[in-house]
């Protein structure tokens, strides 16, 4: 390394920077000084403060928290939770070079869509020997069973990626192919919006393309490409392995982005070699499939035996042409490096033409001189696996000692055509802010892009004008790797002098007779997991009012007793929430924190984020941030506290934060058939549990004093009302009047069975079931109560207890109603099971 020259120096923020003249830096040429395109964006950063500098982090670091952004980098501590990792500084690149760039992205798209079409075909490229058999046929997603098969249109390559490096001449090479689910293109989207709302005014000077027009291509392909009836609108899914794939997020923000319906492997069925999409009205034909699920993972019938994410039958569909999967199935051999040094002479082949973006040199040891050759340079080279199935990290020829170096020698002589050698790639250095430092600072890492292309209809390919940019984690890392912690940039192209590009396809005009005013395409997993994030988060809500109840009343009397504290903590014994065998505060505490214990808080806000997380996709940005919000609360409940103020004070705020998910479901949701599970959801839950704990408390707790029933009240959060109404002390009747026949009191028990009635009257109209009549009957009856049994000068003790002991009956009955159609809703609409048929138990 070398200091930095004046030119540098110049610059305070630079005063870090190290200037490695082995190495192409973005930033900075060979003397020290800005490149002409970085000169205004680095003009704003030196006019900034720190303070606004630190503002601009902060930003980024809300918009990623919010929003949800994360990357699971396996075996991390932090695993599915882990934050997106996004440099504050854009990677800018000049007008000029990206044309050449992407000019050479299309080409190659261009070929390897050829290249599939003929290894999938005639194989002449096999028997001409201008790729290797071994190369083809050894590799793991070369699939058999698709040989013949051409897609509709004509096209095995929808989505295309490269991943590319900038050598110390300033050249770009082709490290690797992506053809099989490129990922990384929904990441670049969100890195656009969080950078450019953190730089709004250089983003506007600069004029930074836009690469909205790239997605907008993408849907029209797949809908035009879609085997669909004249006059039918195509259904086109995104198929997620779901949310434990390291990319998940950006799965549902594309599935969001482009309009699809995020779908996993169980949500689809084949029949008569058709794809269809289970919905809560039945079967719908899909006709096209955004894949991000492996290759031999997509069919387990013909494909891999052992695969719970993919599809039984789709490579039929496929074979009959009544279904596009893009990329089409068996497209990932074309990611084995071993054939990047074969390219440039397939391409005069199938093109005419010479390669124009070059691969980094690249030998496959399948070919004895080749191999010969890599073994006499290895201390130079960084050797890799030809096919994927290995999973071997990249072993660096430099890093390794000498007898290492003779130990992957002889692994490479023993099966040299299961091994590649490519030339060490000194990356170029991008610009990283760094916070350590008093003011910040700008320092380098090594940097590579990720660029994407789709098909065009006509039949060519759009490059998106900006990239995903990837960064080391640490200075002089040789290589790049989101596994190994490292981050990201928003990339910046800057347009042309001249008009960009062509326009995108446009899209068929929609009139007054494409109005659409109900989803007709969501998943039944997509509606069960609707349902139980509505029972989840009134469940989260009902067992922290509950909690703070206890808690508040412990803390009080200071770990005395008080008959309303022993009959809350009766009541949370009976709910099975405390357990009765430890002492109180040790069984408080874990009824909070303990994750083993399927009732306490941490186990139910854990189960309203899971079942949140799989429909992240049809919930707002804000409903989404108060789930977030939910989730760190929820990790520090984890965390052992013995101070019972400080967890009275989080559970105080985990209820204000799932009281807002209320008015979210509410406000915020239009209302559709997944809204309306959600909704039953949450009647159900409520209904359960204050009917439940009422009637506990009638049989148990007859001669209940005021402060036992003002905690009842409160745990209604019907408090409030009854104070404003009776302007004294709680006493029986009206409480039972308040919270559980008032049909004014949204948290009453008939309130929620008469919502019950209206909503399942809907679907009951839709599937024929006949749910809503049930609880129309217990509205009924919860409405003709009479608690005037209950009066004590009307009535002797033994009456009144009897009419106690009828009240708490009704109430139970109603619970067990709401049990029962609970069942009846899964079994019907989300496992597709007849209830009406009768079952045979064991």
């Known amino acids: ?170 050249r770009w090479w082709v490290v690797a192919d992506r053809t099989q689910a490129p990922s990384g293109a929904g990441y670049a989207v969100e890195n656009r919006q969080i950078i450019s709302r953190a730089f709004p005014e250089p983003f506007r000077d600069l004029r930074v393309q836009d690469i909205g027009g790239f997605f907008r291509t993408l849907q029209t392909t797949l809908e035009q490409l879609a085997p669909a009836a004249a006059g039918e609108s195509p259904l086109v899914v995104l198929l997620t392995p779901g949310r434990f794939n390291e990319t998940y997020f ?109 691969a980094v040199a690249t030998w496959w040891c399948g070919e004895p001189p080749v191999c010969a050759e890599a073994l006499a340079e290895l201390q130079r080279l960084v050797v890799k696996p030809a096919f994927p199935a290995r999973r071997a990290d990249p072993l660096f020829g430099p890093e390794l000692g000498r007898s290492r170096l003779n130990e992957l020698r002889a692994r490479i002589a023993a099966a040299p055509g299961h091994w590649v050698a490519q030339e060490l790639v000194q990356l170029s250095q991008a610009p990283v802010w760094q916070r350590q430092h008093a003011r910040g600072a700008i320092v380098p890492r090594a940097i590579s892009l990720r660029v994407y292309a789709v098909a065009t209809p006509g039949g060519g390919y759009q490059v998106m004008p900006g990239a995903l940019s990837r960064i080391a984690a640490k200075a002089g890392a040789p290589v790049v790797s989101m596994q190994r912690g490292g981050g990201s940039k928003d990339t910046w192209v800057l347009a042309p002098a001249r008009a960009a590009g062509a326009e995108p396809p446009q899209r068929r005009p929609l009139g007054a007779r494409d109005i659409i005013r109900r989803d007709q395409f969501l998943p039944s997993r997509l509606i069960e997991n609707l349902f139980w994030t509505g029972r989840y988060a009134e469940r989260s809500e009902d067992t922290t009012r509950l909690l703070r109840v206890v808690l508040a009343r412990y803390v009080e009397t200071a770990g005395g007793t008080t008959p309303a504290l022993a009959a809350a903590l009766d009541t949370c014994r009976h709910l099975e929430l405390v357990a009765a065998d430890r002492p109180v505060r040790e069984a408080l505490f874990a009824a909070v924190t303990d994750t083993s214990s399927p009732n306490s808080l941490a186990s139910v806000l854990a189960g309203l984020f899971w079942s949140a997380a799989q429909v992240r996709g049809r919930l707002s940005q804000e409903n989404w941030r108060g789930l977030v919000e939910i989730q760190r609360e929820t990790q520090a409940l984890t965390r052992d506290r013995a101070d019972l103020g400080e967890t009275l004070d989080l559970l105080n705020r985990v209820l204000m934060a799932t009281s807002a998910l209320a008015g979210f479901a509410f406000d915020d949701m239009t209302r559709d058939d997944g809204w309306r599970f959600l909704v039953i959801g949450r009647r159900i ?118 009419a106690g002991d ?15 159609v609970s069942d009846e809703l899964a079994l019907r609409h989300f496992a597709h099971v007849d209830v009406s048929q009768p079952t045979v138990s064991a």
Not at 120 to 133: F, I, N, R, V
Request: glycine share 8%; aromatic share 6%.
């Open 1 to 170: 390394m070398i200091a930095p020259d004046a030119a540098v120096r110049r610059s305070p923020l630079l005063g870090h920077y190290e200037l490695d003249p082995a190495r192409h830096h973005e930033l900075l040429d060979a003397d020290g000084e800005l490149r002409p395109h970085w000169g205004h964006f680095m003009a704003g950063i030196e006019r900034s403060g720190p303070a606004q500098m630190r503002h601009r982090l902060d930003l980024v670091a809300r918009q990623i928290r919010e929003n949800g952004v994360t990357y699971n980098v396996y075996a991390d501590a932090k695993g599915a939770d882990r934050p997106w990792e996004l440099d504050l500084l854009p990677q800018i690149i000049e007008a000029d070079d990206w044309e050449a760039l992407a000019a050479g992205i299309a080409q190659r798209a261009r070929l390897l869509d050829r290249v599939l079409a003929d290894l999938y075909g005639p194989q002449t490229l096999l028997a001409g020997g201008l790729l290797p058999p071994e190369l083809i046929f050894g590799h793991d997603h070369f699939l058999w069973p698709c040989q013949g098969v051409v897609p509709p249109g004509g096209r095995h390559l929808h989505l295309y990626a490269a991943d590319l490096a900038r050598a110390p001449d300033g």
């Open 806 to 820: 009828a009240i708490a009956d009704l109430l139970a009955g109603s619970a067990a109603i709401a049990r029962e």
């Open 250 to 358: 950006e799965h549902v923000y594309l599935a969001r982005l482009l309009g699809m319906p995020l779908v996993e492997g169980q949500d689809l069925i084949v029949r008569a070699d058709t794809v269809f999409m289970k919905t809560l009205g039945g079967l719908r034909r899909v006709h096209a499939i955004l894949r991000r699920v492996d290759d031999d993972f997509c069919d387990p019938l013909e494909l891999r035996d052992d695969s719970a994410l993919g599809v039984p039958g789709l490579l039929a569909a496929v074979r009959a042409g009544r279904v596009l999967v893009a990329n089409a199935l068996g497209s990932g051999v074309l990611e084995s490096p071993g054939l990047l040094g074969f390219l440039p002479a397939v391409c005069e082949r199938l093109l005419g033409e010479p390669l124009a973006l070059p």
């Open 685 to 802: 839950e409520r209904l359960q549990f204050v009917a439940d704990v009422t009637a506990w408390l009638l049989r148990h707790r007859p001669q209940a004093d005021a402060a036992t029933l003002e905690w009842l009240l409160e745990l209604a959060d019907s408090i409030i009302t009854y104070r404003m109404r009776y302007l004294s002390p709680p006493q029986l009747i009206p409480t039972l009047d308040l919270i559980v026949c008032d049909p004014a009191n949204p948290h009453s028990v008939v309130f929620q069975a008469l919502e019950l009635a209206r909503e399942l009257g809907s679907v009951d109209a839709e599937f024929g079931s006949r749910c809503a009549e049930r609880f129309a009957a217990v509205a009924g009856r919860l409405g003709a109560c009479d608690l005037s049994a209950l009066e004590e000068s009307l009535f002797g003790e033994g009456l009144r207890a009897d």
